[in-house]
């Protein structure tokens, strides 16, 4: 991703330009900084555009400086913010690693030293030259290579608030400092305390910029799933503009532009077909598996692949307006948003540092008035290593690393979730509302039966029944409605239409008498129905809707219309059942179909003739019980339920004000969405369970030891160093953990 | 000993005040467009007073690299912005109504509050 090669154009807002005559001082302010090739200022928009590989930074300031404002506007595409921060990254972790062969490179011969060839005490006159040029140099390396540990710890002093670098800072000032101490005044210490501690000093410096260089590495990683949602949008558009077809940037395409994709390109916008058919891979957007068809008025998102035929399409989403733009948004900020479990450690470590320095200075005491001789030195030892020790970097790095972690991964499964909070809930759900038309079912209805009991042939019926549903608003009539058209059915006027609310509709065509609707519509007209009402109740228990149709009051045919369940139904509900959760199904219709279609799909606890508001009571009621409810649903009239549940499921194929309801959005029109999402976030607690359990354990086992509790046991002491060392490998164990999620695999069996 | 002992005792009690006992002093704001450098592990200002009922408008500049100021987060708000390296970054706040609002990095390690009065 070189965008080196390339001119540079940066766009800016400007404010306080009031007049023309300051756009020549702006534009020569501009010129000025080092690196610009051209200036052009648009006083009516108040906005300046400038070319040149310049820093943004040096130009802002370049215009503060004479008095204005000016902030970037939305400047480059997201793949350059990236790479940008991909850039900064690395030139921090070089640095870092920089600074850890300098201070290792001083600290390890060091300790080679004191371990094999000599002792690090101070008796002759020349081993206090050799040791207090050995100080020089280390401090020199202390303030090279970890300065902003020193000047954090200051700055945060200052503010009264203390953190990891206020630890680093004293543990390893005070080895600095009681080393030169004793140098310049042996004398004023007992013979065995008269020993140095520089190693321990570079030692530390160096590991923690190692740790620190790990968790930039990691974090980059971690943020892999935002990387590869926003690499799934094309840089170009082949956009056809009087009536020929240019490649433009992305950011130039408009709404309602036509776009071309040809076969193997990705869709740079949101759209609506309007030429041609193809099928697409939606799966990195849904995690739907297999490639879906278009035709003319289907829809088309930004960042699928267009694969067998070449479309076109006209823009109805564009830049920041693309569903892919939303779903790196919302990727973005829950990623940023912490489950409560991590702010129980949030709230620890803000009362952590200062006990840490409370207990230091304890442990120096205790070594004073209890310790053996030298007790000066056990007791610089000791508290070196208790401020070493705790830092509480594994424990800050804990929730987030996992949170980003299992979003990012959940978004690649085609689940978006909103917050931590939600992740968190979810892996506590006990009861699983699920509505049923349109989440267990496609939502969809079909014609599934026709018999005839008379001579007309029964597509010569189904164009009648057609023609007089054609004027009728019920949802089961655009099932009728559309397999007639499906099959070219001519459709007719019919006169003196009438729908009778809750049976069904009449009306007449050449002359004939047409009623269709349920048997009390019948009965109402008085028609024999009696040949069809055994075939009419076997219908109805397979979660059918059996209806009459009669012409001049002589039964024609019964006509079954189903929802049909979506095919995937059974092995996903399966799945929620293995994890333990009860599911509930809603529907608004009636008992007997209700009844057939939990039957099917395996659901006992079912509530047939629900109305909306039922819903949110049904909702309310289980969470009086005590229970954390899951809702999954994808209409406007689940949009309160879904926003009353602990944590509510959107089928991302259905509404918007659902999704805007809900705390999940399921790209995938399948329930095994809601399964993975359920796995993903047991998965993501349990890591961050784990990654707390260790730092916790890590730092509330360490500092004891530190402390020097073993000592009159077992004798043992740790060495500042060591608690250097396993500081930075808790840190390493923490965003290892972490990372380990990344490979974690939904199980769609179990 | 004793001296030292005391010593101790005196620096325990010193460091409970300064870190748990001493409220800060506010940086009352004139505008209601706030800038706030973000380096060395602290907020500046860190601890702001803004009037309460109006659109406020911060603009973070960040000059440290170290991973833990890239984000600033607003858990009352559910806000968050990601800061870019050596630039202002400006985030524009709803009008807030009276009371305290926090806003730190992800890992708590840079804190500071909005006093709305
Ligand atoms: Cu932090």
């Given at each position: 991703m070189s965008s080196k090669s390339k001119v540079k154009t940066q766009s800016f807002m400007i404010e306080?330009?009031?007049?023309?005559?300051c756009v020549s001082k702006i534009e020569k302010a501009l010129a000025s900084?080092?690196?610009?090739?051209g200036v052009e200022m648009n006083f009516a928009q108040r906005t300046v555009t400038i070319d040149g590989d310049v820093n943004s930074h040096s130009l802002i300031h370049s215009v503060t400086d004479i008095g204005y404002n000016a902030t970037p506007m939305n400047s480059g595409s997201e793949q350059d913010a990236l790479a940008e921060k991909a850039q900064a990254d690395e030139a921090h972790y070089n640095n870092l690693m920089r600074n850890m062969v300098i201070a290792l490179g001083l600290g390890i011969p060091l300790m080679l030293y004191g371990l094999f060839?000599?002792?690090?005490?101070?008796?002759t006159s020349n081993q206090r030259i050799g040791w207090a040029i050995v100080g020089l140099v280390t401090l020199s390396v202390m303030i090279g290579t970890g300065k902003h540990f020193y000047i954090g710890a200051w700055q945060s002093f200052k503010h009264h608030s203390a953190n990891m670098d206020t630890l680093i800072a004293l543990g390893t000032g005070t080895a600095w400092a009681y080393s030169m101490l004793v140098i310049l005044?042996?004398?004023?210490?007992?013979e065995m305390a008269r020993h140095v501690y520089f190693e321990a000093s570079a030692m530390i410096i160096g590991l923690i910029n190692l740790g620190l260089a790990f968790e930039v590495k990691a974090r980059g990683r971690t943020s892999e799933a935002i990387k590869r949602l926003i690499g799934?949008?094309?840089?170009?558009a082949r956009v056809v503009r009087n009536g020929e077809e240019e490649d433009v940037d992305i950011a130039q395409v408009q709404l309602n532009d036509i776009v071309r994709v040809r076969p193997?390109?990705?869709?740079p916008v949101d759209g609506e077909l309007t030429d041609g058919q193809s099928t697409v891979d939606e799966s990195m957007l849904t995690g739907e598996p297999m490639p879906i068809s278009k035709t003319v008025g289907d829809k088309v998102v930004a960042g699928s692949i267009n694969k067998t035929g070449s479309m076109l399409f006209s823009a109805t989403h564009v830049g920041k307006d693309t569903t892919l733009s939303h779903i790196i948004n919302m990727v973005k900020k829950a990623q940023n948003s912490k489950p409560s479990i991590g702010r129980l450690a949030d709230v620890i470590s803000g009362y952590f540092v200062p006990i840490v320095m409370i207990l230091a200075v304890i442990t120096g005491l205790a070594w004073l008035n209890?310790?053996?001789?030298?007790a000066i030195a056990y007791a610089i030892t000791a508290m070196t290593t208790v401020l070493i020790i705790a830092c509480p970097c594994a424990l800050g790095l804990a929730t987030p690393m996992s949170v980003m972690v299992g979003i990012g991964k959940a978004a690649e499964a085609g689940v978006l979730i909103r917050n931590g909070e939600a992740l968190q809930s979810a892996s506590k759900i006990t009861t699983m509302l699920l509505?049923?038309?349109?989440?267990?079912?496609?939502?969809q209805p079909e014609v599934t039966d026709i018999s005839t009991f008379?001579?007309?042939q029964e597509s010569c019926v189904m164009a009648l029944v057609a023609s007089l549903e054609?004027?009728?608003?019920?949802?089961?009539a655009q099932a009728i409605v559309g397999y007639a058209k499906q099959r070219d059915y001519p459709l007719n006027a019919v006169t003196k239409f009438d729908a009778i609310t809750g049976k069904g509709v009449t009306g007449y065509l050449n002359g004939e008498h047409l009623l269709f609707g349920n048997e009390a519509l019948m009965h109402q007209f008085g028609i024999d129905v009696s040949v069809a009402v055994e075939q009419a109740g076997t219908l109805a228990n397979d979660a059918k809707t059996p209806m009459y149709f009669a012409v001049d009051q002589k039964l024609s045919a019964l006509i079954a219309v189903s929802d049909p369940i979506k095919s995937d139904s059974l092995a996903a509900i399966k799945r929620l059942q293995n994890k333990g959760i009860h599911l509930v199904m809603l529907t608004g219709d009636n008992e007997a179909t209700a009844k057939a279609v939990a039957k099917r799909v395996g659901i006992d606890d079912y509530i047939a003739q629900v109305m909306p508001q039922d819903k949110v009571e049904e909702v309310i009621k289980r969470q009086k019980h005590g229970e954390v409810v899951g809702m999954t649903g994808d209409g406007i009239n689940d949009a309160p339920a879904l926003a009353q549940a602990d944590v509510g499921f959107a089928i991302?194929?259905?509404?918007d004000v659902a999704i805007e309801s809900?705390?999940?959005?399921?790209?995938?029109?399948?329930?095994h969405g809601l399964a993975d999402a359920l796995a993903i976030s047991q998965a993501t607690i349990t890591n961050i369970k784990q990654n707390l359990v260790g730092a916790f354990m890590y730092n509330v086992a360490g500092i004891p030891i530190a402390a020097g509790v073993l000592f009159p046991f077992f004798g043992i002491l740790l060495n500042p160093v060591v608690a250097g060392a396993a500081m930075a490998l808790s840190s390493l164990t923490v965003v290892s953990n972490a990372n380990r999620l990344r490979f974690f695999k939904v199980n769609k069996s179990a | 000993m004793l001296f030292i002992n005391l010593l101790g005792a005196l620096l325990i009690a010193a460091i409970v005040w300064w870190f748990w006992l001493y409220t800060p002093k506010r940086a009352q704001s004139t505008s209601n467009q706030i800038k706030i450098l973000v380096n060395n592990g602290v907020y500046q200002p860190s601890n702001i007073t803004v009037s309460a009922g109006t659109k406020i408008t911060l603009d973070f500049d960040r000059?440290?690299?170290?991973?833990?100021?890239?984000t600033v987060i607003f858990p009352q708000l559910d806000l968050s912005l990601a800061l870019k390296m050596g630039q202002s970054n400006r985030i524009e706040l709803p009008a807030l109504s009276e009371g305290q609002y926090d806003f730190h990095c992800q890992m708590q390690m840079y804190k500071g509050k909005l006093i709305a009065e």
């Open positions: 306080g330009a009031s007049c023309a005559s900084v080092e690196g610009v090739t060839i000599g002792d690090m005490s101070v008796n005044v042996p004398n004023l210490l007992p799934l949008q094309p840089n170009t193997g390109e990705k869709i209890f310790g053996p001789q030298p509505d049923k038309t349109g989440t267990i079912t496609q939502g008379e001579q007309r054609s004027q009728s608003e019920h949802p089961l991302g194929t259905g509404t809900a705390d999940v959005t399921l790209m995938r029109g399948s329930l | 000059q440290d690299p170290a991973p833990c100021a890239e």
